[in-house]
């Protein structure tokens, strides 16, 4: 079997080094003002749990990326101090907050010339998802809308909350939360907050993670929905010009037991076993079962009709069933990240606080059997690190970088020659993988 191996280590120094932030605290007139200096350091010891997961914007002249943490905005950008944004919350200040919320920061137009971002975010404590605008050179602050959300569970990752545009009322762009089995999503205008019925079939089950919206004829409206109940149970909603939004069973996993409160997602995908090549779609699931932590692909062909269950799929590696399941050694920080059919998932470092978001290991398995795709499954750090991952071009070499940081100094990726195989990734590989255009639905005034 052909199959390139590759020692994995984080080369580089990153100090664990103080940062003096201006710390902006919402008032309850809605602006904002200035509190004392604090200092931020990684991990834990800056007293709020930070969150992994973080947004890319561009447009402005310093600040590049957003992260939300513990109920705070961050930004950040290259060789500065963050700036960090204190919203205004339902929670006392002897409360304990979770690190699990949705959240979003999108661009939202310019003002007179001034770059504007629109920040979206639920408050768990106040049971309300909240909109405010924000331009951060001047700083001005403008709350938007507030609607009253309670959902049924919490999901234990962040998610971002992105707007999207759904085939029934195109129109608008609308945020998708999960419901209860009675309304399993509710929908919230982006613009206002104002709600919309979403005339979907009631389902069983309790719901905590973000629904998925795919467009898959590429014209920018979500024709399909994806749900996963903290049972197990995976809905799919596909909407239907004539006949509305139809269910339809993808998978029931409820026999294994798990929490499937961790993370769900999608990708469209063409894999090939030893029967031959298949098409279709593949799920990324993160679940536990008490303190331990289960990550599950499923594998969809697009020939099949009847609902997978836990009995179609084994532990990993296998191709032989309809997918693979792992345990893992610590906690997952994020959801997955998947490059040219590898999948990256870091995993909490063994050493610090309970709460704190730092990694010094990357589960790196092939995507569709679960066989490790470098010499070892794990890949062990030298030390923790806390940035999301990114792929970097260095030359002719794809590599995979922890923020400043290259952790994996060449990407591989899967190899037709035969299952299992897998090769250097490449430039060349990529090429064939870029959008060429899309095409979006007209608009006639």
């Known amino acids: 079997m052909k199959k390139c191996l590759m020692l994995a280590v984080a080369f580089g120094s990153v100090a664990a080094t103080a940062a003096w932030a201006e710390a902006w605290q919402e008032t309850a007139a809605g602006t904002l003002q ?30 590049h990326r957003a992260a939300y943490q513990d109920r705070h905005f961050s930004f950040h950008a290259d060789g500065a101090a963050p700036l960090q944004l204190i919203p205004l919350s339902g929670t006392t200040a002897n409360a304990t907050s979770r690190q699990a919320a949705f959240w979003g920061v999108l661009p939202a ?16 404590a106040a049971a309300v998802v909240r909109s405010a605008r ?47 089995a009675q309304v399993p999503v509710r929908l919230f ?29 590429q014209d920018g409206l979500a024709e399909r929905l994806y749900l996963l109940s903290q049972q197990g149970v995976l809905w799919q909603f596909a909407w239907q010009a004539g006949s509305g939004w139809q269910a339809s069973l993808v998978a029931d996993l409820h026999s294994s037991g798990w929490d499937f409160s961790g993370s769900l997602q999608r990708f469209a995908a063409r ?21 331990d932590y289960r990550l599950l692909v499923l594998r969809r062909d697009i020939n099949t009709e009847q609902p997978l269950s836990f009995a179609d799929v084994a532990m990993a590696p296998d191709l032989t069933k309809a997918g693979w399941y792992t345990e893992l050694a610590d906690a997952p920080l994020s959801r997955a990240k998947v490059l040219a059919g ?6 909490k470092a063994e050493s610090g606080c309970a709460d704190d978001a730092a990694y010094d290991q990357i589960l790196a398995l092939q995507l569709y059997s679960g066989a490790a ?13 806390q940035a999301p991952l990114r792929m970097v071009q260095s030359a002719q070499q794809l590599q995979l970088w922890s923020g400043a940081v290259p952790v994996v100094p060449q990407l ?19 090429q064939g993988q870029q959008t060429i255009a899309v095409f979006r639905r007209e608009q006639v005034y």
């Open 134 to 180: 924000l331009t951060l050179a001047p700083l001005q602050w403008l709350p938007e809308w507030t609607v009253s959300y309670q959902p049924a569970a919490a999901p234990w990752l962040s998610d971002q909350l992105i707007p999207k545009r759904l085939a029934d009322e195109p129109a608008s762009e609308w945020l998708l939360l999960p419901g209860d």
């Open 34 to 63: 200035l509190r004392s200096a604090t200092t931020l350091q990684t991990g834990c010891a800056a007293g709020h749990a930070t969150s992994y997961l973080s947004f890319p914007f561009s447009g402005h002249p310093q600040y």
């Open 412 to 430: 591989m990726t899967l190899s037709p020659a035969c299952p299992n195989c897998t090769e250097q990734l490449t430039p060349q590989h990529l």
């Open 373 to 385: 795709a470098y010499d070892e499954p794990v890949l062990r750090l030298a030390q923790p690190l």
């Open 342 to 347: 590898v999948l990256y998932l870091p995993l």
């Open 271 to 291: 894999w090939q076993t030893t029967a031959g090549w298949h098409e279709g779609e593949v799920f990324v699931i993160l679940a536990r079962s008490g303190a």
């Open 189 to 217: 205008a982006a613009d206002n907050g104002l709600p919309r019925q979403l005339s979907l079939p009631a389902t069983a089950g309790v719901f905590s993670l973000l629904p998925l919206a795919e467009d898959p004829d």
């Open 109 to 124: 137009g310019d003002r007179r010339g001034v770059p504007a971002l629109r920040l979206y975010w639920q408050d768990e």
